[in-house]
């Protein structure tokens, strides 16, 4: 059971960090372009 869990893909805390590095590299983005406007 414990290798399956591994095996069968993301786990919630994985997707969890994945989408806060998303939120924070739009956030940077968006600081800029507003910055450039």
């Known amino acids: 059971m414990e290798s399956g869990k591994y095996k069968s893909g993301t786990t919630l805390i ?3 960090i994945v989408v806060a ?3 924070l590299l ?3 983005a968006l600081g800029v372009a507003a910055h450039i406007d």
């Open 14 to 16: 994985e997707i969890l």
């Open 26 to 28: 739009a956030g940077m």
């Open 21 to 23: 590095v998303i939120m």
